[in-house]
C-alpha cells in the first residue's frame, strides 16, 4: 500500500517537473529568466501575486464606514 502512494507521489513529481521544464531544444533557448530559477521560488512568488489580487480585490469590494 505504502509503495502504490510513493509511486504514484513519485509519478506526480515528474510529471510537475516535466510540465515546467523545456522538451526541446528550440524552447530551450527561449527559457526567460524567471524559468531558471528554483520551482519553490516561483510557486512562492505565484502564490505573493495570487494573495495580493485577492487582498485588492477584498479591499476593493470593502464598504468602508
Known amino acids: ?3 502504490n ?4 507521489l513519485e509519478n506526480q513529481k515528474y510529471l510537475a517537473v516535466r510540465s515546467i521544464m ?3 531544444s528550440a524552447s530551450r533557448k527561449s527559457v526567460s529568466k524567471d524559468n ?3 520551482l519553490e521560488l516561483r510557486l512562492l ?3 505573493q501575486s495570487n494573495f495580493n489580487q485577492g487582498l485588492k480585490q477584498e479591499l ?3 464598504t468602508w464606514y
Open 1 to 3: 500500500m505504502y509503495a
Open 5 to 8: 502512494k510513493i509511486n504514484s
Open 22 to 24: 523545456p522538451s526541446s
Open 36 to 38: 531558471l530559477r528554483p
Open 45 to 47: 512568488d505565484s502564490s
Open 60 to 62: 476593493a469590494n470593502t
